[in-house]
Nanobody, 123 residues
Framework: QVQLVESGGGKVQTGGSLRLSCAAS????????MGWFRQDPGKTREFVAA????????SYADSVKGRFTLSRDNANNTVYLRMNSLKPEATAVYYC????????????????WGQGTQVTVSS
């Protein structure tokens, strides 16, 4: 059974930083593209960032480019999202997801999802 478990969310002030983690089990982690998405209540879930299976390539939404950094540790089946210079509009539930396809930001191309971790940025 595939499990993706996010952690590291919390409350932070504008300009602060957080590091989210996603621990995966039940899948060949090094074969999967890993992505992060976020969703605010009443809004659609949106793409944040993705990293290729090997970790050699990353992709970011324009809204987070230059402030968020995605990395992965294939030996420990974990992916990390470092978020710097956080803004109130980053407040959302952040979801980790796994896909067999690189180059897509579509939710439908992600096979597995975690339960999410709340990030709240206060002004």
């Amino acid at each position: 059974q595939v499990q993706l478990v996010e952690s590291g969310g919390g409350k932070v002030q504008t300009g602060g930083s957080l590091r989210l983690s996603c621990a995966a089990s039940g899948l060949t982690f090094s074969s999967y593209v890993m992505g992060w998405f976020r969703q605010d209540p009443g809004k659609t879930r949106e793409f944040v960032a993705a990293i290729s299976a090997s970790g050699s390539s990353t992709s970011y939404a324009d809204s987070v480019k230059g402030r968020f950094t995605l990395s992965r540790d294939n030996a420990n089946n974990t992916v990390y999202l470092r978020m710097n210079s956080l803004k109130p509009e980053a407040t959302a539930v952040y979801y980790c997801a796994a896909s067999t396809r690189w180059g897509t930001r579509s939710l439908s191309n992600y096979n597995y999802w975690g339960q999410g971790t709340q990030v709240t940025v206060s002004s």
